[in-house]
């Protein structure tokens, strides 16, 4: 049982991780970025981001669309909204 608290923790901080780098990157660039620029930057494998995107989804963090550039995010840590996630 420990185990698995355990677990969830490092999981939570994976995501957590993820989501800093999606919206660093999607700041920097102006755009959103794609999944190997987000696995290069937080150090995961793409099966670890694909595991982690829906809970950020269903948190409400983001919004994935079709396409390279699908992964926007919505909100900042501050409550402020993403560049990214503006209308041009």
């Excluded at 355990?6 to 755009?31: F, H, K």
């Excluded at 150090?43 to 079709?66: A, D, M, N, T, Y």
Aim: net charge positive; glycine share 12%; aromatic share 2%.
């Amino acid at each position: 049982m420990a185990t698995t608290k355990m677990n969830a923790g490092r999981g939570e901080d994976t995501r957590e991780r993820i989501y800093r780098v999606i919206v660093q990157l999607s700041d920097a660039e102006g755009r959103p970025p794609t999944q190997h620029e987000i696995c290069m930057a937080a150090g995961v494998s793409v099966g670890s981001l694909l595991h982690h995107l829906p809970r950020l989804e269903g948190e409400g963090r983001i919004v994935r669309k079709s396409g390279p550039r699908g992964i926007i995010p919505l909100k900042r840590g501050d409550g402020s909204t993403c560049r990214a996630a503006s209308p041009p």
